[in-house]
């Protein structure tokens, strides 16, 4: 599967973006799917990810509350829906989806083996 991220941009502290990423293949409901982000000379963290099927969710505490995750099989697209946008929050973040990674693993980079290219999200103070 290809992933191919988009929607990142500069906003200002407290507004909303919402990044897509679209994937290629004709299973994609079957992968889980997430977000993770790198901010500069940081280690790329978890932000959110979302099961294939049924469409549990999982969160960082960081962005508990802020953020949303959620999937349109149909469009074989995943989303980060972004609110109440903080500085700290800057960063690139990445889209990965991986069909072989159980529940436990979603928050872990290495457990998925297809990632989009990145999207870059800025948040002004």
């Known amino acids: 599967v290809q992933l191919q991220a988009s929607g990142g941009g500069l906003v200002q502290a407290g507004g909303s973006l919402r990044l897509s990423c679209a994937a290629s293949?004709?299973?994609?409901?079957?992968?889980?799917a997430a977000w993770f982000r790198q901010a500069p000379e940081k280690e790329r963290e978890f932000v959110a990810a979302?099961?294939?099927?049924?469409?549990?969710?999982y969160y960082s505490d960081s962005v508990k509350g802020r953020f949303t995750i959620s999937r349109d099989n149909a469009k074989n697209t995943v989303y980060l829906q972004m609110n109440s946008l903080k500085p700290e929050d800057t960063g690139v973040y990445y889209c990965?989806?991986?069909?072989?990674?159980?529940?436990?693993?979603?928050?872990?980079?290495?457990?998925?083996?297809?990632w989009g290219q990145g999207t870059l999200v800025t948040v002004s103070s």
């Open positions: 293949g004709r299973t994609f409901s079957t992968y889980h």
């Open positions: 979302i099961r294939g099927t049924g469409g549990r969710s």
């Open positions: 990965a989806a991986d069909n072989r990674i159980i529940v436990s693993s979603m928050s872990r980079p290495g457990a998925y083996d297809y």
